[in-house]
């Protein structure tokens, strides 16, 4: 029986011949609605989405066939990455596909910005001639700030050195020789908002970046300076950047991403002579259609074929077979190896996994690619999987060691992520699985514990003394913050305890501001798992 594949977006035509070619029937029905999937999806063995379409877990239990689903782009957060992997169906993206088109997008804000093309424009279609009312300024030898040095930001780099403009950069996890190579200078945030012409965003959207550019950080720019974000909405605080275009303290921005898309038709940034902004077209060119639905289509058919895995997300090249019994190891290091990477302070230089116990009998090589993946997660501006995480840990200058050890700890099983700054300071996390479904954080630096690696989690570190608990709990009472679980580490050589909470609402900064002036607290740091 020839197997189906199900298309349920709109995708490029020269996609959907690729699985005609290869003999596959395809059903492209890009306005069929989440119920019609969810009753159908029992026929397919493949399923490609875009981004209206949502691939949930209750839609996944439901496919008795499926073997993988393809993600026509970059972004998979509408895909339940966790289900399919329990279910042992490959989730596979196409990472690159716009990275060309994004990095020109951005240069072409930029200069739009700079030379004021679109307020022209518009003025010339109302029959006007108005020369004086658009003067604009060069980007030669003026200073750029690059907050993300992945490969989209490494692309903009690349590109804008023609212009002659000295390159400021800002990449926690991107090494200061690897920075030196691509003739960037290696800066704080901070000294990027200080002394950058124009600075422009290429990170991901998490906790860590969430507000990176603020309403302080605006105030320590340059009257000149002009923003660009093509990344995405939230890097910069909108209601902060409104007022400080409104109030000219800084001469303009251009934006191509949103926090709440599509925006209002009255929203204030259409009404903004300072402004230029986009509805969220960076990589809307024909070149990357084409690119994403091909790629896609040519990765799904290989794996049906029995082929090779490319671009997987959650999956490695290994037989699709042993996915369901590595799922909840992989899952529990790629956590391990975000809380590491949220954790820790510095600039890494190595990246080290041991294993021991029961979890040697596996290929361990998909255990470490999941680390890594946790680990720069947060970091890069483009989705890290399978095929490209080891690659963008290389470019970014941090040596990867994988160890094992054939004696049994404590744990039947246990799994170690240990990250090595540039300063020699160290983080260590370990982790283990009591069953299945029951994996835990059981080591943080040198203290142990039982904590489970999931959602928000308040780390302390404080002196062992009496009374820090009731003014940690008093805190959270105050704003209305729900402690799921708590648990304690401590040494009692040196009198140094830590406590990592789980609680069941997002954090603010104010609230984490708060805890760190309290009596006896040494450090707080927020991890989002």
Known sequence: MTERILISDKISDDGVAVFEKAGFQVDHLPEITQDEIRERIHEYSAWVIRSRSRATAEIIERAEKLRVIGRAGVGVDN???????????????????????TAEHTISMMLSLSRKIPQAHMSMTKGQWDKKSFMGV????????????????????????????????????????????????????????????????????????????????????????????????????????????????????????????????????RKLDNVVIAPHIAASTVEAQENVAIQVAEQIVEVLKGGTIRNAVNAPSVDPEILPILGPYMELIEKLGQF???????????????????????????????????????????????????????????????????????????????VENEDGSKTVIAGTLFTRNHPRIVLLNDKHFDAVPEGNMIVIENNDVPGIIGRVGTVMGEHNINIGQMTWGRVESDKAAMTIINVDQPVAEAVLTQLRGLQGIKSVSLVSL
């Open 340 to 418: 590491a990477s949220q954790y820790r302070k510095g600039r890494a230089k190595k990246l080290t996994c041991r294993y021991s116990g029961s979890v040697l009998q596996y290929p361990l090589m998909p255990l470490t690619v999941s680390a890594i993946k946790g680990f720069l997660k947060s970091t890069s501006d483009i989705p890290v999987n399978f095929i490209n995480a080891q690659s963008i840990l290389k470019d970014r200058g941090v040596e990867l060691v994988e160890t094992r050890h054939s004696e049994v700890f404590q744990y039947q099983n246990l799994m170690t992520v240990e």
């Open 79 to 101: 895909v339940d990455t966790a289900a399919a992997t329990r279910k042992g169906i490959i989730v596979m993206n196409t990472p690159g596909g716009n990275t060309t088109s």
């Open 138 to 269: 060069e980007l030669n030898g003026k200073v750029l700030g690059v907050f993300g040095l992945g490969r989209i930001g490494q692309e903009v780099v690349k590109r804008m050195r023609s212009f002659n403009m000295h390159i400021l950069g800002y990449d926690p996890f991107l090494s200061t020789d690897r920075m030196r190579e691509l003739g960037v200078e290696a800066c704080t945030v901070d000294e990027i908002c200080e002394r950058a012409d124009f600075l422009t965003v290429h990170t991901p959207l998490t906790a860590e970046t969430k507000d990176l550019i603020n309403a302080e950080r605006l105030a320590k720019m340059k009257k000149t300076a002009r923003l660009v974000n093509c990344a995405r909405g939230g890097i910069i605080n909108e209601d902060a950047l409104l007022e400080s275009l409104q109030k000219k303290q800084i001469a303009g921005a251009a934006l191509d991403v949103f926090v709440s898309e599509p925006i209002a038709e009255d929203h204030p940034f």
